[in-house]
């Protein structure tokens, strides 16, 4: 069974960095709609998209910005950035109920995290990728937006054997789906651990192309995923004889990238799939970003494809359909496990009324 209830109390990625600025930029996230803008010295601010007065949305023209200030574009609301309204037209007296959701954010790597749930987040804080901004990576990313319930996605992340067939010509060939996996859960952290290791195996387009290798290669796939929303794969690639990592992690003999997505649930059938690919090599080369950039992003949209025609047949069969796992579903199985036990912690909370 696909999990469908959504884990609250927990944060998810909003958006990249860039895209939040001087004009509003609407996201729904675990169904909730919510508007996202800068103030004038850079903060980022994540309220309800919805005027208290008729639920217009804010993030639509013509809401506009006035300094830190939103003002709905159909009858003049206006609401700082902490969703308190501070303005109705006709009357100088504004309703004390008059105040939108507010959400607490967080920069970092890159990402606009946004808090989803009733209680504060004290000192929970996102899990990390650090890659995407350290000195000594390049990286270029993208959002997709999938028709499909996101435990669909975390499915096809945590079982990589589909390269070799949905993802060929990229970065699929036969050693993916012919090399056993080992699984592991960190059960006190709740974090799922795949490794498909591969000591000989064509080079796919996506590396020989972008590292320059012509050969087989040793490959590494390492993935941890960190639920709800974010997803790493650690993704090393070396010429078949090369030495391996040394003791201290050194390791100059190999092209290392950084694979992250993140997860964020949209609607029960909708998700917003980011992606981003870090690596430790080729840092200035322009042609090479461009490369990987419309590779990676090519490799999303045959994802999206799939999924969504996926949603669409498990829709149409309801709960009755029999579904068989085997052994390269054990990372995806022990997602489904963790992410069910948080949905159902989140079910048995009380929740507040939304303002």
């Not at 998209?49 to 300094?67: I, K, N, Q, T, Y």
């Not at 799939?273 to 992003?297: H, K, P, T, Y």
């Amino acid at each position: 069974m696909i999990v469908t209830g959504f884990a609250r109390d927990q944060w998810y990625v909003a958006a990249y960095g860039h895209e939040v600025g001087r004009r509003q930029l609407g996201r729904t996230i675990l169904g909730e709609p919510i508007l996202l803008y800068r103030t004038e010295d850079g903060r980022a601010v994540a309220m309800a998209d919805r005027c208290v007065h008729r639920r217009f949305p804010l993030s639509e023209a013509p809401s506009h910005l006035v300094g830190d200030q939103v003002v709905c574009g159909y009858h003049g609301f206006t609401y700082g950035p902490d969703g308190v309204c501070v303005a109705v037209p006709a009357q100088r007296r504004v309703p004390r109920t008059a105040r939108l959701r507010s959400y607490p954010v967080v920069e970092q790597d890159s990402f606009v995290w946004v808090w989803i749930g009733d209680r504060e987040p004290g000192d929970t804080t996102p899990p990390r990728a650090p890659w995407l901004t350290a000195p000594g990576y390049t990286t270029v990313c993208g959002m997709e937006p999938l028709n499909a319930r996101y435990g669909l996605l975390v499915d096809n992340l945590l079982d990589l054997s589909h390269e070799t067939y949905l993802h060929g010509g990229y970065i699929g060939t036969p050693e993916v789906a012919e090399t056993p996996i080992t699984t592991e859960v960190d059960e006190e952290a709740g974090v799922v651990h795949v490794s498909r290791h591969m000591d000989d195996a064509a080079c796919p387009p996506f590396y020989a192309e972008s590292t320059g290798i012509r050969g087989r290669i040793t490959r590494w796939q390492d993935i941890e995923y960190h639920p709800p929303c974010l997803y790493l794969l650690h993704s090393r690639v070396a010429p078949v004889g090369s030495p391996p990592p040394a003791a201290d992690g050194a390791d100059r003999h190999a092209f290392h990238v950084e694979v992250v997505y993140a997860i964020t649930p949209s609607t029960e059938g909708s998700t917003y799939d980011f992606w981003a690919v870090a690596r430790d090599f080729a840092l200035d080369d322009e042609g090479v970003s461009d490369f990987l950039r419309e590779s990676n992003r090519a490799v999303v949209l045959q994802d999206v494809a799939a999924l969504d025609t996926l949603e669409k047949v498990l829709a149409g069969e309801g709960e009755h359909y029999q579904e068989l796992s085997v052994n390269i579903d054990t990372g995806g199985l022990a997602a489904r496990r963790i992410l069910a036990r948080m949905a159902g912690e989140s079910a048995a909370r009380p929740r507040s009324a939304a303002p």
